[in-house]
Structure formats: C-alpha cells, structure tokens
C-alpha cells in the first residue's frame, strides 16, 4: 500500500533531509586515505542526534550501526570498521534520518585519494543516472519510466545494473511501497501521483550484476569484486517536476574531487 503525503508531511521529511545533508558533511569532513569508517559512524550518529533526529538505519532490522559503508566492491550494507581507507579506493555512504515522524534517505560515493579514470568515469556516471531517474519522476508517468532512464544511461557506459536491490518508498516507515528498481520498461509498472515520496538509488557495477551476500548477513559486493558506485536521493513526486528532498550540497561544499 502506497502512503500518500501531505505538503505538510513532504516539508516534515525535507527538514529531516537537512539534518541528514549535514551528517553527510560531516562525514565527508573525515574522508581521506588513513581515515577509519567506524569514527565516521560516530560522528554521523552524534551529530543527528546532536541536531533532534534518529539514526534511521541504527537497529533497522538489527543493522547495528548509524552508516551504512560499503568501499570498492561492495555495494551496500557495509559495515564501519577499523580498517583504514586506502588511497585509491572509492566508498560509498549510505545514511537515514527520522525527525519529526519522518525518514529521509540518501547516499553517496566518494573517491579516496588518487583514484583511477575508470572508476571517477562510474561514479559520474552513476551519479548522472540517478538525475535522469528524477526527471522522469513527475505526475503521471509511471515507476518503468524511472527505471528505463537509469539502465539505458548507465548501460550505455558498458555498465550494469544490480537488479537485487531497489529503491522504496520513504515516510514514517523507512521502506514503504513502493519498490522503484533501476532497471526496467518505458510506460510500466505504478503509476506517479503527487504526494508518493520515494528513494531513488542507482547501484552501478563496472563489471557483471550479479551481487553476494557475505557472512555477516548484511554486506553485499559484487561477485566478481569488481568496483559499484551508489547515489542516492529522496523526493517527492510533484506535477511538471520532482522535487528533491534530501541534498548534497553540503557534501560538495566541504569535499572536492
């Protein structure tokens, strides 16, 4: 069942957008080769807390940590560690927020140090999907039409779509209904109305699609360990255009590459 939003509701979930933009931030403040992804975690956790919020991932399902953190091959639900970042790696940063009565969702991968041509080629590319999917994102079109965005444009690098996970809905629950893949058909699947709220997030590999789960029983990579990029907004479905909820723009201002 898909929970419709109020614009009461929408502006309740773009405040918690912001403090996640932040934590983001922050976040990205510590990204450097020699840095450990367990005091990013950290940071995250005390600074939403610090700012009236809840880590929305922290005891989700059993997730024990604030961050999700996935370098180089793995794709999502990494765990933070003690093991130091290495020049040359890429990382992903996948994070929520519950303030008010209401999620927000977004991620985000970065490059550490010097990082090879092809893999900045995937994460601009990846990131350049999830935007495609956005603007097909409005009233009257349908979830197929987000999803064909993103594969033809991705797939047009050489590069494959992880079909396993997908994106969701996003509200008082932190995955609602419905499910918004990153593959798919023009003019198919739920049709678009305004008050849907959704999180869009490609999850591109440079090699195969096929993905592994490890055995912490969260940790997914790809199964040829090739390197996967991940972005990731919330927005809400309006009329002419989305709008983006959740932002990076904090991100960038403190992390350049």
Same mark, same amino acid.
């Given at each position: 069942?898909?929970? /419709? =939003?109020?614009? #009461? @509701?929408?502006?309740?979930? +773009?405040?918690?957008?912001? *403090? ?6 922050? %976040? ?102 999830? /935007? =495609?999917?956005? #603007? @097909?994102?409005?009233?009257? +079109?349908?979830?197929?039409? *987000? ?6 444009? %991705? ?103």
């Amino acid at each position: 069942m898909i929970h /419709y =939003k109020s614009a #009461e @509701e929408i502006e309740l979930i +773009k405040e918690s957008a912001q *403090i996640l933009g932040k934590a983001h931030a922050e %976040v990205a403040r510590l990204i450097k080769p020699g840095a450990k992804t367990s005091d990013m975690d950290k940071v995250a956790e005390e600074f939403i807390r610090d700012n009236g919020g809840v880590p929305s991932f922290l005891n989700y399902n059993g997730f024990p940590y604030t961050l999700c953190v996935s370098p180089n091959e793995q794709v999502v639900h990494g765990f933070p560690s003690d093991s130091e970042l290495r020049d040359g790696d890429i990382l992903s940063i996948d994070c929520g927020v519950f303030y008010k009565g209401f999620h927000s969702d977004s991620a985000y991968t970065y490059p550490i140090g010097e990082v090879e041509e092809e893999k900045l080629q995937l994460l601009k590319v990846t990131k350049e999907s999830l /935007y =495609k999917g956005i #603007e @097909e994102a409005v009233v009257g +079109k349908r979830i197929g039409d *987000i999803s064909f965005a993103i594969q033809d444009y %991705v797939e047009g690098f050489g590069y494959t779509v992880v079909r396993e996970l997908v994106g969701h809905g996003v509200g008082k629950d932190l995955h609602e209904s419905p499910e918004v893949p990153n593959y798919g058909k023009r003019g198919k699947g739920t049709k678009l109305k305004e008050g849907m709220v959704i999180a869009i997030e490609p999850m591109i590999n440079l090699g195969k699609k096929e993905i592994v789960q490890e055995s912490d029983g969260w940790t997914i990579r790809t199964r040829d360990r090739a390197a996967s990029a991940h972005y990731e907004h919330t927005i809400a479905i309006m009329k002419g255009k989305a709008e983006v909820l959740t932002t990076h723009k904090y991100i960038e201002e403190v992390y350049k590459f």
